[in-house]
């Protein structure tokens, strides 16, 4: 739903999209699944930012229901390597490479009735019958994307990775509060307006 704000200027009065008076105030909204193209326009946006300010917070808001394991880590590598602080605020679903975007904040904020999905990487894109060299290469492919991805989560949580390997095995949906005990959020907030926010 695309919604433009009404504001007086002295032209009158300018129809501006609320995305953009969002991003002039280093808000970015990410609400959809990760492809090739979301994530460049999120790249895009953030790259424009540090440009602006390399020392001012971006604010990164994430309602994700996952995507494509390569432009999720394209995004995350990005926002890792921002000089400038990065804040992730759950406002929803941080799913499966959604959660990868969360939790590359450095500050990992999460509302009370949001929650983080955390699962081993699936296999995508294989049609038919396939011998079994074919499914051998896929096989070590995914084993490897699981040791990496696993990596990441282990690294940004403070567990092993044999403990991540193990809450990952199946698909795990934590709340809030559960959230924060595992480490993906930094801590649970009740409102994302204003200056401040009121933690727990």
Known sequence: MLINIIKE?????DALRAEDLFLKERKIFFTEEVTAESSKQLIQAIMHLEQENEKKEITLYINCPGGEVTSGL????CLRGLSC??????IGTAASMGSY????????????HAQVMIHDPLVAGMQGAQNALALDKEAKKLMKTRELLGNI???RTGHTLEEVLEKTKEDCYLDAEEAVDFGIATSVITRIGG???DTQ
Do not use: M, Q, W
């Open 101 to 112: 975007l969360f939790l590359a904040g450095d500050k990992r904020e999460i509302l009370p």
């Open 74 to 77: 394209a995004v995350y590598d």
């Open 153 to 155: 989560l282990a690294e």
């Open 195 to 197: 200056k401040e926010n």
């Open 9 to 13: 200027s002295s032209r009158g009065y």
């Open 85 to 90: 602080p990065v804040r992730t605020v759950c």
